[in-house]
């Protein structure tokens, strides 16, 4: 007597048609996932250093600029590098404007001042925005990621 029509007789289904994956299948997809995510994680970690480095350097920039414009504005200003707490401090002759900016929180860059052991140094802006200084190198870095900023004597700062 054959089954009725439009009805399956589920007791002859065979594995091969069950929906899903066996627990072979799943084990070798995540082994090739966890290959070619080991393979990229390298060139990733170093895009990051790269990042970071950068992100640090033009903080550095942007507050030479705000420094500047902070000197024009109030006859004069300066801003302090601390390389042993990771921060440039940015204040105007008349106490008007002092910010802090935190470079090795989240960046976790190392600063060195003039590849010397300097922990500080202070870049001096007159009322015209100029620079008082003599040249001034800050050098960033992490892991393999090197970066930095050179200071005219003039304070006009050129990334490298």
């Not at 005219?152 to 990334?159: K, T």
Request: glycine share 10%; aromatic share 4%; with cysteine.
């Amino acid at each position: 007597m054959a089954a009725p029509r439009g009805r399956r007789n589920h007791a002859h289904m065979k594995n091969s048609e069950r929906p899903g994956f066996t627990l072979l299948e799943l084990t070798c997809a995540l082994a090739l996932i966890g290959i070619i995510l080991g393979i990229a994680a390298p060139p990733f970690s170093s895009a990051r250093d790269i990042l970071a480095v950068r992100a640090a350097r033009d903080a550095i920039v942007a507050a030479s600029a705000r420094a500047r414009a902070s000197a024009i504005h109030h006859g004069g200003a300066d801003m302090q590098i601390d390389a042993a707490a990771g921060t440039v401090r940015i204040t105007s002759r008349d106490r008007v404007i002092d910010e802090s900016v935190a470079l090795t929180g989240m960046l976790a860059v190392l600063i060195q001042l003039d590849g010397t052991q300097a922990t500080s140094a202070t870049l001096v802006y007159d009322g015209l925005g100029l620079g008082r200084v003599a040249s001034r190198t800050i050098s960033l870095r992490r892991r393999g990621a090197v970066g930095g900023v050179t200071f005219s004597s003039y304070g006009r700062p050129r990334v490298w």
